[in-house]
């Protein structure tokens, strides 16, 4: 088929039915599946053969890891060790043992168990990243937990790779040892030189990534070419994936790390957004793909074993998953929700079974099965989602007093959340923290991000007038919400519907100008703060210090200005909103406040009217005394 | 400094505005620590006609309001002040609020009888026990002679010195005898309504 038109024939059922899947509240996961599964051969037929753009589109998981990897610092990694290493390992090999138990249970020999447990183990990144990002989800703990799991099992395959050929029970119908995960050039090799290419590889990527690809990318920066920028970008990722191959690595690990290595480089944000669509379209058609490869005639022929094999796989990952989360402490609401994500079998299942059939692990029919279960597996995991979502939409409403589980990991509830941490919210975060308050940052500027999470704060990313955020930022039980946005209408929708949703947080939010800061009130905020008045009053104070003024007198005079703006700022509150009484009143109230104001700050000036520590008056009545008594003796004589 | 404000004049000031009632000022710049003065602040406060007015609360940048704080003192017959002895004197705060309040030409001097007639109350907490207060004790000096500055500063403005109220050992008494102390606060400081202002001034 002439290449063009089956492009045409991808996009147009992307562009069609994805929107319709958002629409009914199915996700874009399901859409793209659903597309892939109609056109594809065993349905409209508008597409044929799957494996070459299945390979292309498998790319889009690669390039979705490189993202995840940028987002990533090494010491968030670390700070994920026990989430990756206890909470992931326990999964693959409890899911592997649960099902290979369960398939014994049917029959199958335990060698042939053991690695369709493996196989099936192994959950869709693609699928649980994307669905949890639509969520909301995947920067909370649901998504960090889910996220840790995913990583160990791309770390798990290069074990599989080697354990698999051992469990052969049939004749292998092809030698080739890494089979269809990618032709490894190393193979061959004796083990301790696998091993160390190995390490030479993931040497090369982060050395690279350290000392080689600044001076690269800065010398293209100058050039000022935007798509050559873009490509060297890609060629970053393509090259990675390859050296990755090479050594029998998976590429999408490779490209995770090397997306780490550039994450703390001043070009990530650039990689990003270069990279971005590719990631979007190249994931849909890994997806079409997908749902394409679902084999209808088989599931036509054995309709009632395939539904018993997709439901008995994730019930049972869904339970394995369930009960380690909450062995790791999860809350019975988010261990729920990251059993459900995790419930089905992922793309690496594909992978593993082109390789166990050629290996003579697994019988050709038997493997035909899977693939249809796990793609089946793949297209209910929304569903799943959905599941979840309205049981525990329907528990919530069912014991309303009890407050919900955020689906939080963390121990600690958070007292506050501060939405936006620039040059604002920073200070006023710093000395709550400063204080024991425990609090919760949401911002959009990813770097701020990553200063802050060096330092050990927990950030979440994304737009603070998000609800879905909110919560799992863990709103519901915090005391305070601190508005710091950047943005002014931002500011007013996030106090109006922060308000509307939780009527006793206390909420503060800091403000523009005077308009703004009514405008805040109206909307429901406890307490406004003008962003430049503490400021530039500080600095008037210096300027009265600099202008002779003595550091206390500068101070007081600091002083009483603040006062009769606080004062002027209430008594103006009630005409607010009446745009021609309010300018009347300002008029009139600006002339008597400045009249009080001159009064006061007289006080300060000596020689004026009485006032603090002026001793004025009360030298003259002393001096009058003393001549008083002085005439008196005088007299006296 | 002057001795004493004109018997004439403070007498025939008193025709003052309608006044009513107790300023309960009170000064304690680490509140949520002295459980003594919280106990007695709480008890005080919620009698009729005593106006609870927490200094450091107000002006916790000393950032004191000339204006308001003379209205306040102009409207009440009897002034309290409650504070933890801090180097036998008041609280920072609360010295400044004499000083940049109780003005020459307000408060005293040959113009300022805007308090003539009025009572002045001081109730304080000592860490010390009460035989420390003694010439044979540690602070060698009593009560009475380390609060004679604000029985000084009542007689100058042809105020009235009632008996201070003083809890000694604030620290280490127990909520017992914390509880029977903030009653017989409550009931003295109520006394101060009911009884008759003395009309003799220090003439």
């Given amino acids: ?637 | 400094m002057t001795d004493q404000a004109n018997p004439e004049e403070t007498t025939t000031s008193i025709a003052a505005p309608a006044t009513s009632g107790v300023l309960l000022t009170l000064a304690h710049p680490a509140l949520e620590r002295s459980r003594a003065n919280r106990a007695l602040a709480k008890a005080a406060k919620g009698l009729e006609g005593v106006t609870f007015h927490d200094l450091y609360e107000t002006y916790p940048d000393f950032a004191i309001d000339i204006e308001a704080e003379q209205e306040k003192l102009l409207a009440h017959d009897v002034i309290a002040v409650q504070f933890p002895l801090y180097w036998y004197a008041t609280p920072a705060l609360l010295k400044e609020w004499f000083d940049l309040v109780w003005l020459h030409g307000f408060a005293y001097g040959l113009d300022g009888n805007a308090l003539a007639g009025k009572r002045l109350f001081a109730a304080c907490t000592t860490g010390g026990a009460a035989k420390a207060y003694h010439a044979h004790g540690y602070n060698r000096f009593s009560m009475d002679e380390f609060l004679r500055p604000l029985e000084q500063t009542a007689y100058l403005c042809g105020m009235v010195w009632e008996t201070p109220f003083v809890v000694h050992g604030a620290a280490i008494k127990d909520d017992e005898e914390l509880k029977a102390e903030a009653l017989r606060y409550r009931a003295r400081v109520a006394s101060l309504m009911t009884a008759p202002a003395d009309a003799e001034l220090g003439a």
């Fill in chain 1, 1 to 637: 088929m002439p290449f063009l038109i089956q492009a045409m024939v991808y996009l147009g059922a992307a562009v069609i039915s994805v929107p319709i899947a958002k629409r009914l509240g199915l996700g874009s996961v399901l859409g793209y599946l659903i597309a892939g599964v109609v056109i594809g051969p065993f349905a409209l037929s508008l597409v044929g053969e799957q494996g070459d753009i299945m390979k292309f589109a498998e790319f889009g998981v690669v390039i979705l890891l490189f993202l995840i990897g940028l987002e990533v610092q090494p010491s968030t990694l670390w700070d994920m060790r026990k989430a990756i290493f206890g909470f992931g390992g326990a999964q693959v090999v409890g899911t592997s043992l649960a099902i290979a138990a369960a398939s014994m249970l049917l029959g199958l020999p335990w060698q042939t168990a053991l690695a369709v447990g493996m196989v099936l183990a192994m959950s869709s990144t693609a699928i649980v990243l994307q669905t949890l990002d639509e969520k909301g989800l995947r920067q909370g703990p649901v998504g960090r937990a889910a996220f840790g799991i995913l990583l160990l099992q791309d770390l798990a395959v290069i074990p599989m790779f080697a354990l698999l050929p051992t469990l052969a029970t049939i004749a292998p119908t092809v030698h080739e040892a890494a089979g269809g995960h990618g032709a490894s050039l190393v193979a061959h090799l004796p083990r301790w030189a696998q091993g160390l290419s190995v390490l030479a590889a993931v040497g090369v990527v982060v050395g690279g990534g350290r000392y080689l690809v600044r001076p690269i990318f800065r010398f293209i920066a100058e050039a000022r070419l935007r798509e050559i920028f873009t490509a060297a970008a890609l060629l970053i990722v393509v090259g990675v994936a390859n050296i990755m191959q090479t050594v029998g690595l998976s590429p999408a690990l490779g490209a995770f790390l090397a997306g780490v290595v550039l994450a703390e480089s001043e070009f990530r944000r650039e990689l990003e957004s270069d990279i971005e669509p590719f990631r979007g379209l190249l994931l849909g058609l890994f997806f079409i793909t997908v749902g394409a490869g679902i084999d209808l005639r088989l599931v036509a022929s054995q309709p009632l074993v395939l539904i018993g094999l997709v439901l008995g796989l994730m019930v049972l990952k869904f339970l394995v998953l369930f009960g380690l989360a909450r062995l790791f402490g999860a809350p019975a609401r988010g261990a729920a929700a990251v059993a459900a994500a995790l419930a089905q079998g992922g793309e690496f299942a594909f992978v593993l079974l082109t390789f166990t059939v050629g290996a003579g692990v697994i019988g050709a029919t038997l493997a035909a099965l899977l693939t249809a279960a796990v793609a089946v597996s793949m297209a209910l995991t929304p569903v799943a989602m959905i599941l979840y979502e309205r049981i525990a939409q329907m528990l919530d409403a069912a014991i309303p007093k009890v407050v919900p589980d955020t689906g939080a990991f963390d121990d600690s509830e958070p007292d506050i959340i501060i939405a936006g941490f620039g040059r604002f919210g920073q200070i006023t975060g710093r000395l709550l923290t400063a204080n024991g308050f425990r609090s919760t940052v949401l911002d959009s500027d990813i770097e701020q991000i990553d200063l802050l999470r060096r330092f050990g704060r927990r950030v979440h990313y994304g737009d603070a007038t998000r609800m879905d955020l909110l919560r799992a930022a863990g709103i519901e039980r915090a005391r305070m919400l601190i508005v710091a946005l950047d943005d002014r209408e931002k500011t007013v929708e996030l106090v109006e519907t922060a308000r509307k949703a939780f009527p006793d947080l206390v909420i503060l939010a800091r403000a523009w100008d005077r308009r703004h800061a009514y405008d805040l009130l109206a909307n429901g905020a406890d307490a406004v703060e003008r962003e430049t008045f503490e400021a530039a009053l500080a600095l008037g104070t210096t300027a009265l210090q600099k202008l002779g003024y003595r550091a206390h007198r500068a101070h007081r005079a600091g002083a009483i200005f603040r006062r009769h703006d606080r004062k002027s700022f209430e008594d103006l509150r009630p005409v607010w909103g009446q745009e021609e009484a309010y300018i009347l009143a300002s008029r009139d109230a600006a002339q008597t406040m400045d009249k009080l104001l001159n009064a006061d700050l007289a006080r300060l000036r000596p020689g004026d009217a009485a006032g603090a520590w002026d001793t004025a008056t009360l030298d003259e009545e002393l001096k009058e005394r003393a001549e008083r008594e002085a005439a008196k003796r005088e007299n006296a004589k």
